[in-house]
């Protein structure tokens, strides 16, 4: 089956940009969400299609995919940033999530 | 405005049981989809299955065949999911999200629902 792996942890000082990753098998050739969930809350969508951003997602947060590895970047991080981040792509019809990132603003 | 209204939290026995709610309105419910998610305790996203509310075809993850079952009810834009023969480790909270594909899986997730805990203890 297929699946997707990302950083348990990523941190980040206010300001600065975060990176967070996602890798599979020729993931470049799939299209890739990325959700962000913070605690105690439902999964929000923050990138689709890659590189899209849903109404009312900040210009801050962009998504770029290529080879076997997505990448979701936050620009200038913000202490409400701080949540989990998942990526989630499809393989034959079948949805599958990575691991999900911790991303940390201190 | 969008919104995906599920039903009240569940506690059940191994083997039992459960059916959830999701209540969708704000929106034509038949040019989506409705895929399912769950979270265990501290852990993160699993997908569970889609269904088409255009024309009830479904699509199960592997791990779920046989066990789960997903409906919709048009008349009043609702979707179920059931999964039978339950275990401890079904424990989770189970979230619906509307899926940009009518017809097939998209795959994107533009609004959940606030997620149904299932507690399965004996």
């Known amino acids: 089956s297929y699946e997707l792996t990302q950083p348990p942890s990523v941190s980040v000082s206010p300001g600065q940009t975060a990176s967070i990753t996602c890798s599979g098998d020729?993931?470049?050739?799939?299209?890739v969400c990325w959700y962000q969930q913070k605690p105690g809350q439902s999964p929000v969508l923050v990138v689709y299609?890659?590189?899209k951003r849903p109404s009312g997602i900040p210009e801050r947060f962009s998504g770029s995919n290529s080879g076997n590895t997505a990448t979701l970047t936050i620009s200038g991080t913000q202490a409400m940033d701080e949540a989990d981040y998942y990526c989630?792509?499809?393989?034959?019809?079948?949805?599958?999530f990575g691991g999900g990132t911790k991303l940390t603003v201190l | 405005q969008v919104q995906l209204v599920q039903s009240g939290a569940e506690v059940k026995k191994p083997g039992a049981s459960v059916k959830v709610s999701c209540r969708a309105s704000?929106?034509?419910?038949?040019?989506?989809?409705i895929s399912w998610v769950r979270q265990a305790p501290g852990q993160g996203l699993e997908w569970l299955g889609w269904?088409?509310?255009?024309?009830?075809?479904?699509k199960y993850a592997q791990k779920y065949h046989g066990r789960v079952t997903m409906t919709t009810d048009t008349s009043t834009s609702t979707a179920y999911m059931e999964l039978r023969s339950l275990r401890s480790d079904d424990t989770a909270v189970y979230y619906c999200?509307?899926?940009?594909?009518?017809?097939?899986?998209?795959?994107?997730?533009?609004?959940w629902g606030q997620g149904t805990l299932v507690t399965v203890s004996s």
């Open positions: 299609e890659d590189t």
């Open positions: 020729k993931l470049g050739n799939k299209y």
């Open positions: 704000g929106y034509t419910f038949t040019t989506y989809g």
């Open positions: 269904i088409s509310s255009y024309n009830g075809n479904t």
């Open positions: 989630q792509s499809w393989d034959t019809s079948t949805v599958v």
């Open positions: 999200a509307r899926d940009g594909g009518a017809l097939a899986v998209a795959g994107d997730f533009d609004y």
